[in-house]
């Protein structure tokens, strides 16, 4: 296939699978939330309300695309632009399987990162063009909140770098082939701490990623909707839909640097489905953690960071290069 | 909502940039139309005003041009969410001016829908305080338990929320088995909910992190400002009109008062709590000792009551509620003077949370459990 050709279609299938993945997330999440609410959740649109997200969609996009008066126009309309940018371009990167993966970057991981914090500056953008007092104090929190936690993820991401020695996504999952006890999960050889590490590493995503407990920047009790309080129609529903791309991105990564990315547990048939399996299983703890636990409050989420997470990853790098080198 | 526009232009004693940010009157958290003005240094409340009358309907006024039973419908619409203490209070106010023997059959009823409207009123609460912490399950895990008393109770009187079901000098309706049947079966099946409570809600740790040492409120506080209910006992100080003031047939029965001494959000949460396991035993005695007889005394269709000025108190769900009567000798009452548990427990919320963080206010506002037209009425 030739080159410029191949890409097109990756680009039209990682925007398809982004949507795909944005509406259905959301059904999964309220059929979840339900289930976990003793509810049946929707049941009305389709069977099993499987065409919910649609209605959602045609509704959000009969709507007016409002802008506050006093807003900054152009700022508060690029900001959707950007916020689901970044996602669609770490995907770009990330392998799915032996055969699929639109670009296999040499510095892949960076990439991802790189653009990831893109999404921090969008959301802060958006706050800040709303002239909502509510949506300025949620800006000053995603801030906050994602510098904070970029520095343990990163810690973590460091030390799985030190493990693999490769900054290409497709490297770091062909270093864990075999069965599960390659996986870097596991790799206790090198550091006995990896599992918390792990852990580290996804309380960073869900800070990251916004998701509750640690809901800061759309605390609905505290700051209405946060950043998107003055969003209204699609604009909002842009929003929304970063929210879960963002989520698969997330988890994507997690899959990819801890859990051996299509590789199977038990060392067969390695392939696209068991990536996907254990992707969906970390959106899904995503899901469990927000419907059971309440939220905590901002500057405790703060000291978490700073007090716990960052010596302890800090800890867990230092314990990986010493162990290195000794053994 | 305009940055710009009410952006105070001085600054604070230590140069701090200060903003009026609006609490409400549309807001999640407020639960109502409450509006709260509050002066903020970045997330710092500086100082907190409430502002309430966006839902006020001059119930003490229409008091003044109604008789006496026309105004009953009207008490249970002041605090929707314990309509059966506030019949009961001014049913009770009604029959000590004019002298009326109330039934004994009529009192255990009273008492006994009386603790199943506290439940479901702590339950409503519940739900809604951890909704405000940021939990939404509790919320329909409670709601679902108080749907059995909401059933219960409109078997009785027909209504699910504004019960009228106390009349002078006696009740609507008389309970029949089924209700004491179904009565039974909710006890039982509400004590191992209260455990699940306990091991699912009470005990998870982000909930013990957000609520311990946070907001505390003294027993001074209170006294200032007459706090009463569950945030002058989470205070440490044993107030219950129930005992207090005693009314109806509570001096018979058998109940602890429930007092934590920690004076946070978290004594005003297990407070509460326990006052559900306390109900529950109040209304097993009383299904227990259930007296035969009949259900309502003799009473003249007209009521007049003597001149002069009847007081009756109650320990409504969220504290003392008390309806004074002034009546001047003619079937429309001269003044009706409600005094509501919401109103003082919101009088304190300026002081409590001076200088605390945005998060811990709302927590704060939440253990008070207003409810709105409470404070309006």
Known sequence: MPEPFRLLVYLGGIMAFVGLNAAYLVWVERKAAARFQRRPGPTEVGPAGLLQPLADAIKLLSKQVLVPPEADRLLFRLAPAVVMAPALMCLAVLPFSE??????????????????????????VAGWASRNKYSIISAARVVSQNVAYEIPLLLV????????????????????????????????????????????????????MNRAPFDMAEAESELVAGAFTEYAGMSFGVFFMAEYANIVVGCALATILFLGGWHSPVGLLPGLGWFLLKLYALIFVVVWVRWTFPRTQFYRLLNLSWKILIPISMFTLVLTSVMMKLF | ????????????????????????????????????????????????????????????????????????????????????????????????????????????????????????????????FLLDLGGFTPLLYAFDDREQIMDLLEGLCGARLTYCYYRFGGLYNDVDDEFIEGTRAFVAY????????????????????????????DANLCRQYGATGPVIRGAGVPYDVRRAEPYSIYPELDFEIVVFPQTDCMARY??????????????????????AGPFQAKVPRVIKLPPGDTCYAVEAARGRFMVRIVSDGREIPYRVKLRTPSFANLALFEEATRGMMLPDALAVMGSLDLVIPDIDR
């Open chain 2, 1 to 128: 909502m305009l940055l710009e526009k009410t952006q105070i232009a001085e600054t604070g004693p230590e140069g701090q940039e200060m903003f009026v940010l609006n609490l409400g009157p549309q807001h999640p958290a407020t639960h109502g139309v409450l509006r709260v003005k509050l002066t903020m240094d970045g997330e710092y409340i500086l100082h907190a005003e409430p502002v309430p009358g966006y839902i006020h309907r001059m119930h003490e006024k229409m008091g003044e041009n109604r008789t006496y039973a026309q105004f009953l419908p009207n008490t249970s619409r002041i605090d929707y969410l314990s309509a059966m203490h506030y019949t009961h209070a001014f049913v009770g106010a009604v029959e000590r001016a004019a002298g009326i023997q109330v039934p004994r059959r009529t009192e255990f009823v009273r008492v006994l829908t009386s603790e199943l409207n506290r439940i479901a009123s702590h339950l409503v609460w519940f739900g809604a």
């Open chain 2, 270 to 291: 297990q407070v509460r709590m326990a006052e559900l396991e306390q109900s529950l035993g109040i209304i097993e005695q009383v299904l227990d000792r259930l007296p």
């Open chain 2, 190 to 217: 509400m004590r191992p909910r209260l455990e699940l409570y306990r091991k699912l809600v009470t005990d998870n740790i982000i909930l013990r992190k957000r609520l311990e040492g946070i907001g505390p409120i």
């Open chain 1, 157 to 208: 991401v460091i030390t799985v770098l030190m493990m693999t020695g490769t900054t290409s996504l497709r490297e770091i999952v062909d270093g864990q082939a075999g069965a599960f006890w390659h996986w870097n999960l596991f790799n206790l050889k090198v550091n006995p701490l990896m599992p918390v590490t792990f852990v580290i590493f996804f309380i960073c995503l869900l800070a990251e």
């Open chain 1, 99 to 124: 055969r699929l993966g639109a670009r296999d970057v040499p510095l892949g991981l960076v990439l991802v990162f790189a653009f990831g914090s893109i999404h921090v500056l969008a959301l802060m």
